[in-house]
């Protein structure tokens, strides 16, 4: 991917050394060939980090994804057949070393390709539902509005790093200004059918120099929304070459199929993103007063990525009249969702796990579980608590 391009000052016969990546980071990674030399002369992408995109797939066919919820992946449509069964695609995830052994590797059972895809509308978007969820991996959220379609967008994948050349073996990331519709349209006769809704252009017009490339197809585009959390814009679509000037990529606008791939993925089974940062827990004991004031009891979420739609909060109370109590979760901000009323259950003890639809709260603070005896005569703990996020 990101094809990165010699400074014109670069000796023409150093050229072939020259275009590869040279590694911002060379941390983790055991030297290759690939991270040897060029030195100052390379412009454009430059390694991911372990962990930095965490929700990054590499898809088996030669293609990327992104987490979408931890059972599906979101790519393009034109990185995938047809829709229906399909057991043939294996997703590698959580590692930006294809070879790191610690990888997570799942196969397929079922694409789903954008109905609208090759046709007028546009849409070169697919989702591919995994075997299995995968833990502990948080997922990539899609933008919604197109408020996020401008600015400076970040690319990544293992595609290749010269137009014509090799896939890669570590994880490459770059950042691409956005191009507006028209100047893309215009930009030569490659992008004359340039499907204004469907597709949204970025790359350096005047220089080139940074794009993605062949096999970093279905790879997101994405930026930081207004809470700072990353937030896909993009899929990477196509292009005419790898980072030649006046070329610009060309990337699925998300934001235009947003509600699509949202309702594709319910169908699947997918239920939109899933909790994937946690459980953070609470084993401190703390009584519940008959008929009294509300207490409460807090777990802070750390280490997580950006922001949620759906908690889900294990609940482990000891009573001996559970319809007396009342049950809410306060999210960081203080936004409050009632996860339990009162009601004439006189059953001892509370132990379920609620599922809580939360509107887009930041993942990272302090939640807290809200507990209120509203009924005289029976008493209790909260015996602990957890969130997963
Ligand atoms: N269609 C290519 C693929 O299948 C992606 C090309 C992206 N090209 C570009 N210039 N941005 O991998």
Same mark, same amino acid.
């Given at each position: ?15 072939? /050394?020259?275009?590869? *990546?040279? #590694? ?5 990674a ?9 030195? #100052? ?58 070879q ?23 849409g070169?978007w ?14 990539? $959220? ?18 290749? /790093? ?14 691409? #200004? ?43 585009m ?12 993009? *899929? ?5 070459g ?5 070329? #610009? ?11 699509? *791939?949202?309702?594709a ?9 899933? $909790?994937?940062?946690g ?37 482990? *109370? ?72």
């Amino acid at each position: 991917m990101l094809l990165t391009k010699i400074l014109r000052s670069a000796v023409l016969s150093a050229m072939t /050394a020259a275009l590869v *990546i040279v #590694p911002a980071h060379s941390a983790s990674a055991a030297p290759t060939s690939a991270q040897d030399e060029p030195g #100052p002369r390379v412009v454009g992408g430059t390694r991911a980090l372990q962990g930095e995109f965490p929700w990054m797939v590499r898809l088996s066919m030669g293609c990327g994804g992104a987490m979408y919820t931890n059972q599906l992946v979101l790519t393009a449509a034109h990185c995938v057949g047809s829709t229906g069964n399909n057991t043939t695609i294996t997703a590698t995830v959580g590692v930006v070393d294809l070879q790191d052994t610690s990888a997570t590797k799942v196969k397929s059972t079922y694409v789903h390709r954008s109905p609208t895809y090759g046709t007028s509308t546009g849409g070169d978007w697919a989702l591919i539902k995994l075997a299995t969820p995968i833990t502990g991996v948080p997922t990539l $959220p899609i933008t919604t509005t197109t408020a996020y379609d401008t600015g400076t967008f970040t690319v990544a994948g293992w595609g290749a /790093a010269t137009e014509g050349g090799a896939q890669q073996r570590y994880l490459l990331k770059a950042n691409v #200004p956005y191009v507006d519709d028209v100047t893309c349209r215009d930009a030569g006769s490659y992008y004359s059918d340039l499907i204004f809704p469907a597709e949204l252009c970025a790359g350096q017009m005047a220089t080139g120099g940074v794009d993605t490339c062949q096999g970093d197809s279905g790879g997101p585009m994405f930026r930081r929304d207004n809470a700072n959390a990353w937030i896909q814009v993009g *899929i990477v679509s196509h292009g005419d070459g790898c980072a030649r000037p006046s070329a #610009p990529g060309v990337y699925t606008q998300v934001s235009t199929f947003a509600s699509a *791939i949202a309702a594709a993925a319910a169908n699947l089974g997918g239920g939109g993103p899933t $909790p994937t940062c946690g459980p953070f827990t609470n084993n401190t004991d703390v009584s519940i007063p008959d008929r009294g004031a509300a207490v409460t009891s807090s777990v802070t979420a750390t280490g997580c990525t950006g922001s949620t739609s759906s908690a889900q909060v294990a609940v482990n *109370i000891v009573h001996t009249y559970r319809g007396d109590l009342v049950i809410d979760l306060l999210a960081p901000d203080g936004s409050s969702y009632r996860l339990k009323n009162s009601g004439s259950d006189s059953g001892d003890n509370i132990n379920t796990t609620y599922s809580a639809t939360v509107s887009n709260e930041t993942r990272n603070g302090t939640w807290r579980l809200k507990v209120q005896d509203v009924a005289s005569a029976d008493v209790g703990y909260i015996n602990s608590w957890s969130i997963t996020l």
